[in-house]
């Protein structure tokens, strides 16, 4: 099966760059893709960005766009998030997802659904 594992979250002050990174294992060969998103607990789970594995093509939510970005280092099976320019209101769990279709349900790859291995998450907060 394939793993993912997320590093890198921690405390920052409001402006500050962090990066974020996620960690593959098993039969990453048979991954189309993979996604970042981040949730406050008790509120629903939004979509942040995401890579193609193979081309490294990416799209990213108008909320972070310009922000943040998302790359990939296929030798080593890692994918980053580069968070720029933090805000409070990015203060969240980010996670890492993948995908092993090599088709989404809707327009594009950016629900929840459409991704079938998930890390565990790590920790963003951002102080005013």
């Known amino acids: 099966q394939v793993h993912l594992a997320e590093s890198g979250g921690g405390l920052v002050q409001a402006g500050a760059s962090l990066r974020l990174s996620c960690a593959t294992s098993?039969?990453?060969?048979?991954?189309?893709?993979l996604a970042w998103f981040r949730q406050v607990p008790g509120q629903e789970q939004d979509f942040l960005g995401s890579?193609?594995?193979?081309?490294?093509?990416?799209d990213y939510a108008d909320s972070v766009k310009g922000r943040f970005t998302i790359s990939r280092d296929f030798a080593n099976d890692i994918v980053y998030l580069e968070m720029n320019s933090l805000k409070p209101e990015d203060t969240a769990i980010y996670y890492c997802a993948g995908r092993t279709r090599a088709y989404c349900t809707g327009s594009g790859c950016y629900s929840r659904g459409d991704y079938d291995h998930w890390g565990q998450g790590t920790q963003v907060t951002v102080s005013s």
């Open positions: 098993g039969p990453t060969f048979s991954l189309y893709g």
């Open positions: 890579i193609t594995w193979s081309i490294g093509r990416t």
